[in-house]
């Protein structure tokens, strides 16, 4: 479905499911990261663009202090939450995220006094590409034109990050929540994650005969199990022996000197193994290859972007080691049959990959990605376009 007609289901179930005209429907996109990860919680750089499927509520506000949810995804009964009583780790399933949102707003000292939502989505879940940011952040800007908060999208996407690192629990970064609130139709998103500084970044393919191919592999993957945290929690310890803030803070050029540093700590048992060294590579690697991949595509070289996005894959699968069977065989095979290049998209463990594709080859890359999951009797993948679209707006 559509956007489109996403807000008219979602309009029209409002109107049966709580009586009443909603005062409006919003959307707001899932994203798939074409370089940079792991670097946002960094305060590094990140390149997201905006994917045509979308979390979509229609919401009424509501005065009395209740916060009532419905998804039509799930067809589970109505959340009814007081928002007076929300604290973290509410467990209040699927709803958790729109609920987070309404307690963020209001420990910021936003007045929100309760809502009706009524939700549906087409961005698919557990597949690395930022379905609870969606519903986050299409929760945020409703409440934010209802209430007439006067939030721009770096604030919603800062409040949408804060409901699900302190409400939900998942210590994530803001790239997500940025993708979804900020990303530009036909273009890539270049975010400093320090500042949130943006870039639109024009990324249009089709003009080029180029196609970016997303492959969902279907497995599932779940952030808050501590795979994330902990790698995160060992950035951060690699950035306290070094010296800094943030990896960030560590250029390019300092890196070998920085592994260097990093040995003598384990070599004085202060680092129990190379897992720091690792992490730190990645990062300041990644970060640098999002400089690289912007610099080409500002000099119009689009093709020459694609052994950046492998080499990509290489650091997270080697050095992170965040991928798995599925997404190295996506790499593998879209690359034996004539990708430009591939990579895996998001926080790892399953999810999906970028393959990026003269169009003229994209059929053949995609009949071989399916075909080597069949023999290696893995379940079959979903591909479809990534095609670069608007971020969170009001439909209706």
């Known amino acids: 479905m559509t956007t489109a007609e996403t807000a008219e289901a979602v309009a029209k179930g409002f109107r049966k499911l709580y009586g009443a005209t909603p005062d409006g429907v919003w959307a707001a996109p899932g994203r798939v990261n074409l370089i940079g990860e792991y670097t946002d919680f960094n305060e590094g750089f990140v390149l997201p663009l905006a994917l045509p499927h979308t979390a979509v509520a229609a919401v ?61 989505s087409t961005v698919p879940t557990g597949a690395g590409l930022s379905s609870s940011a969606a519903l986050e952040v299409v929760t945020a800007l409703a409440l934010n034109d209802l209430f007439e908060l006067g939030l721009k999208g770096p604030e919603l996407a800062r409040l949408a990050q804060r409901a699900e690192n302190d409400f939900v629990g998942v210590p994530c970064g803001v790239m997500d929540q940025m993708a979804s609130a900020c990303c530009a139709e036909g273009n890539a998103l270049h975010l400093d994650c320090r500042d949130l500084s943006t870039r639109q970044v024009p990324f249009d393919l089709p003009a080029r005969d180029l196609d970016l191919l997303v492959v969902d592999t279907r497995v599932k993957h779940v952030l808050g199990d501590g795979a994330y945290a902990e790698r995160r929690a ?19 050029e300092e890196l070998p000197a920085a592994l260097e540093q990093l040995a003598e700590h384990e070599r004085r048992g202060e680092a129990a193994d190379d897992r720091l060294r690792r992490y730190v590579r990645h990062v300041v690697s990644d970060d640098h290859r999002v400089e690289q991949v912007i610099s ?44 430009l290049g591939a990579r895996m998209t998001g926080g790892g463990f399953g999810g999906s990959a970028v393959v990026l594709v003269e169009r003229a080859a994209a059929e053949q890359v995609t009949s071989a990605v399916v075909d080597a999951f069949a023999e290696a009797g893995f379940t079959p993948p979903r591909v479809f376009s990534a095609i670069p679209s608007q971020g969170a707006h009001r439909v209706a």
């Not at 060992?234 to 022996?241: K, P, S, T």
């Not at 894959?313 to 991928?323: G, P, T, V």
Request: charged share 25%; proline share 4%; glycine share 12%.
């Open 234 to 252: 060992g950035c951060e310890e690699g950035a306290r022996l070094l010296g800094v803030s943030h990896l960030r803070d560590i250029a390019y």
């Open 296 to 339: 080409l595509l500002d000099a119009g070289e689009v093709r020459a972007i694609g052994p950046l996005l492998t080499q990509g894959h290489a650091s997270l699968r080697d050095d992170l080691r965040i991928s798995c069977a599925e997404l190295d065989l996506v790499v593998e095979r879209a690359g034996a049959a004539g990708a």
């Open 60 to 120: 009424a506000p509501r005065t009395d202090g209740v916060l009532r949810v419905y998804s039509a995804d799930t067809g589970t009964p109505v959340t009814e939450l007081r928002v007076d009583e929300l604290v973290p780790r509410t467990d209040a399933g699927w709803a958790t995220y729109p609920a987070g949102v309404v307690w963020a707003l209001r420990t910021a000292g936003h007045e929100v006094t309760g809502a009706d939502l009524y939700l549906s």
